[in-house]
Structures are given as structure tokens and as C-alpha cells.
């Protein structure tokens, strides 16, 4: 096991309406008044917000609210959210929703603290050093931003989608009650399946060297979030089924599984965004409209791997056979399995791998992946 740092400090509520505790939550750290961000007007439809705003305003802690979040979160909203937060003078940020949203309120959070543009932040031409205190109530497990420090946003001008990552950034608190999400309908719990697979494979397949544990741990996600999504499938209010795929969720991306690790890089995380930012494709879709066709590609540079991950995951043996039931699997559950699946025409793959390529710049894959390269995995898709 390689040498490491360690470090979650976010606090994690899980359970039956303990969302009606968040101003008792927000209230131990002293905090006064919260920006709360939302996506759809659907929690307010089902009192999710008045539920929540009644939490605040009992612990005597003011409130002021953006909504319109969508599933590729935008820049220009998250600078409408920043002028509210400034104006508003905010103490706090809530989000209530998914990972679009906490991703969101994460680059709010930073840009309500920084004179320049938030954007900075993401093209790393600055760094944030401070934000104001993060707390998320979710609505959908899927990102793992509950309990980590990372969020993804898309510029709409540009069309670049880019990541920040900084330790300001992790929630003080997240609740994550899956009755909240038993309204996630068919589509994106295939979708938010198919992102947790990504978040585990892409570390799974590149590292150069991955402990034991957490192999199994990885390949525990991975079984877990294929049985409970099938369970999820045929009764939505299965609470068991759903309190489990929340976890593994979250277990998926707030370090665990990094730790140890050497030379791991989120490979198609990079490829996908740019279907995210020229077709607009729901996140967890464009991974797994890649993810086959990449492992085509990449399975050479790790054989024993790919072995392994078919024989532990699927129960079968070779390379190519784990990969067309891990195909078979995104079939049943609905998520797309290539572009043409996605409705990305092929016409935009040179677009699409100059798009990528600005990501792999960013992330240092370009001796890896040169556009020629991204375009050829992008036409094996």
C-alpha cells in the first residue's frame, strides 16, 4: 500500500426526515443566513422546501433562494446565485437536490468569496482558499458530492465542462434520507448507476497499482449498485434497495477507495464531458455510451484487471465477455451503451475530441490521449 493523506471532514445525517433537522445542523456552527439552491420547482410541489425553510426559520436562521439548477449544471446560473449571495450578504450555502446542484452551490460557495470570476477557479488561474460553510440535503445519489470536494460545472458560453477541487470545498454536513429520492424516475437511476460505475472503474482500470482492499471495495460497489438498482427497478419504494445504492454512492467518490492508490486518472470522466457540453447528454448516460467502447481500447493495458473485473463482478471469464455483460447490464437498466444510443451523431466526433482534448490539457492525459486518439474511442462508440 502506498503512502497517504487521508482527510474527510464533512459530517454525514443519514435517515428518515432528518432533512427537518437541518437548521439544528446549520445552527452548531453559528451561521445566520443561507442561500438555498435548488434545481427543479418540484420540492416545493412536494414540501421538501417548506419543510426545510420551517427547519431554518425555527433555529432563527434567515434564508433567500435560487432555483433552476439543471442536470449539467450552468455557469451563468451559478453567477446569478453568486450576485444573490453577495447582495444577500449569505453566511451559508444549501443545497437541496442532487449532484448538479451541491456542484453548484460548491462554486457559489467559493465565487461569493473571491473579488475576480469564479470561472478562475476552474481554468486554474486561481485557486480557492476560502468559501463559505456547505451543507446539501440530496435528492439523488448518483455524484458523491455529499462527501467529497469536487464539483463540475459547464461554462455556456465556451462550452467547456471543467471541475474544481479544492479542501474549502467538502459539505460541513450532508443528509441523505433515500425517501427523498424515491421519485427518481427510471432513467436517471440507470444513469445515476452508470455514474457510479464510472467513478469505480475509472480508478479500477488505470491505476498502476491498486491494494487489495480496495479492490474488493470497488468490486463490492459494483455488485451492490447492480443488485440494488435491479431491486429499485421493480419497486421504486423499496427502502432498503435504496438506502444501500445511496451509500455505495457516496462510498464510490469521498476517497476511500483512492486510498493507497498510484497512478490512477478518470479517463472517460474526461472523454464525457464533452458530450455534456456539445449535446447536452445527461452525465451518467455519456459514460456509459463510452465506457464499453473505451474498455476496447484500453483493456490491453491491463489484462489481469479486466480478467478480474469479469470474473469478480459478472461471475464470467474473459475480457471481452465481461465487457458485453457489463453492455447487457446499461441495456436492462435502460442507460445507452454508444453515441448512436446517446443521439450524438457521428458527425461530431472531431468536435467532440477537440472538446475532450482541452480536459486532457488540463488534467495532463495528453501524451495519453491526443485528439486522434479521443476521436478513435469516440468511433469505436
Not at 433515500?178 to 479500477?204: N, R, W
Not at 467532440?352 to 486532457?360: D, I, S, T
Request: proline share 4%; net charge negative; glycine share 8%.
Amino acid at each position: 500500500m502506498r503512502d497517504f493523506t487521508f482527510y474527510n471532514p464533512t459530517r454525514i445525517e443519514f435517515g428518515k426526515e432528518k432533512e427537518n433537522n437541518i437548521g439544528n445542523y446549520i445552527t452548531d456552527y453559528g451561521l445566520k443566513k443561507v442561500l438555498i439552491v435548488y434545481g427543479s420547482e418540484r420540492i416545493k410541489r412536494d414540501g421538501l422546501l417548506g419543510r426545510v425553510t420551517a427547519s431554518l426559520e425555527k433555529n432563527n436562521i434567515q434564508w433567500v433562494a435560487i432555483g433552476g439548477v439543471v442536470s449539467n449544471p450552468l455557469l451563468s446560473k451559478v453567477h446569478e446565485a453568486i450576485f444573490l449571495a453577495k447582495t444577500e450578504n449569505v453566511d451559508a450555502v444549501l443545497a437541496v437536490g442532487g449532484g448538479s446542484v451541491l456542484d453548484s452551490a460548491k462554486a457559489i460557495a467559493a465565487g461569493a468569496l473571491y473579488d475576480g470570476d469564479v470561472w478562475d477557479f476552474f481554468i486554474f488561474k486561481a485557486r480557492a482558499e476560502a468559501a463559505l460553510p456547505i451543507f446539501s440535503i440530496m435528492t439523488l445519489a448518483a455524484t458523491g458530492s455529499e462527501m467529497n470536494a469536487g464539483g463540475v460545472v459547464m461554462n455556456d458560453e465556451t462550452k467547456e465542462k471543467l471541475a474544481i477541487m479544492t479542501p474549502v470545498l467538502y459539505p460541513k454536513v450532508s443528509v441523505i434520507n433515500p425517501d427523498l429520492m424515491a421519485t427518481v424516475g427510471k432513467d436517471y437511476l440507470a444513469y445515476s448507476a452508470a455514474d457510479i460505475f464510472a467513478h469505480c472503474l475509472d480508478l479500477y482500470f488505470t491505476a498502476t497499482y491498486i491494494p487489495e482492499f480496495n479492490l474488493s471495495l470497488i468490486e463490492n460497489i459494483l455488485r451492490t449498485v447492480m443488485t440494488t438498482t435491479d431491486r429499485l427497478l421493480a419497486d421504486p419504494n423499496d427502502y432498503d434497495a435504496r438506502a444501500e445504492f445511496a451509500w455505495a454512492s457516496t462510498i464510490a467518490l469521498n476517497g476511500n477507495t483512492f486510498n493507497g492508490v498510484k497512478g490512477n486518472s478518470f479517463d472517460t470522466h474526461m472523454i464525457e464531458h464533452s458530450l455534456s457540453a456539445l449535446f447536452n447528454v445527461p452525465h451518467g448516460a455519456g459514460l456509459s455510451a463510452i465506457f464499453p467502447a473505451w474498455m476496447r481500447w484500453h483493456n490491453n493495458q491491463q489484462p489481469e484487471r479486466y480478467e478480474r473485473f469479469a470474473r469478480n463482478v459478472f461471475g464470467t471469464e474473459g475480457i471481452e465477455n465481461g465487457i458485453q455483460k457489463l453492455e447487457e447490464w446499461y441495456t436492462k437498466i435502460g442507460t445507452p451503451i454508444n453515441l448512436t444510443e446517446a443521439n450524438v451523431p457521428k458527425t461530431a466526433i472531431r468536435d467532440l475530441a477537440e472538446n475532450a482534448y482541452v480536459l486532457a490539457t488540463m488534467w495532463g492525459l495528453t501524451e495519453k490521449y491526443p485528439v486522434d486518439t479521443i476521436a478513435e474511442i469516440l468511433e469505436m462508440a
